[in-house]
């Protein structure tokens, strides 16, 4: 098991990206989504994927993600062409995820800001992301302050408590397990817990 994790925001708090791949042997789940004040959630997701292919590039049906270092603990980009769905309620992502299927092409710039910072099985290290999402609408551009992490040996899961959910723009998703992972864009970036699977 190795995992890598990204997120971005901009500097109001009022756009946010995450992208996320986590590796087993042959099998993948990778996860990515859009959130925008104002519109809805776009969700992404392939559980229990086939199709990995050399380094971390991911094929499986009707999809396509790339990650790349670039220079190690300095630069890496990463993107997708897939299909997301819109979501109006948050929640559904922690579902069956029924919304508006819709084209989206992710291209993101992750720069290094800081220095690696040790975690629980791996570490995490703050940046800059300067991303391009291509959208049924036309293209919608985010940069500012960024964060990675990278484990091995186990999944990532946010070690944070159960926090309110009332404040700032929401990014669920569902793990493998059925379990859920929260996620909250507020002022000072993402914040995420674990709900137990049900």
């Known amino acids: 098991m190795e995992a890598w994790w990204f997120w971005g925001w901009d500097v109001a708090a009022s756009a946010g990206l995450y992208v996320g791949l986590e590796i087993t042997g042959q099998r993948f789940d990778y996860w990515a989504g859009l959130v925008r004040a104002g ?82 099985g791996g570490y995490e290290q703050s940046g800059e992301v300067d991303a391009e999402i291509e959208l049924r609408e036309g293209i919608f551009r985010l940069t500012g302050p960024g964060r990675r992490v990278h484990v091995w040996g186990r999944p990532w899961l946010p070690q944070s408590p159960s926090g309110p959910t009332g404040w700032g723009l929401r990014a669920p998703y569902r793990r493998r397990d059925g379990s859920g992972v929260e996620q909250v864009l507020a002022a000072d970036g993402w914040h995420a817990w674990v709900h137990p699977a049900t």
């Open 39 to 120: 519109e809805p959630y776009l969700h992404i997701v392939e559980l229990d994927g086939t199709g990995l292919r050399a380094g971390l590039e991911i094929k499986p049906p009707e999809m396509w993600a790339g990650h790349t270092c670039d220079e190690p603990f300095e630069q890496w980009s990463f993107g997708n062409e897939a299909h997301g769905v819109l979501l109006d309620e948050p929640d559904e992502a922690l579902g069956r995820a029924y919304g508006e299927l819709v084209p989206v092409t992710f291209d993101v710039e992750w720069y290094a800001s800081g220095g690696p910072v040790a975690v629980d």
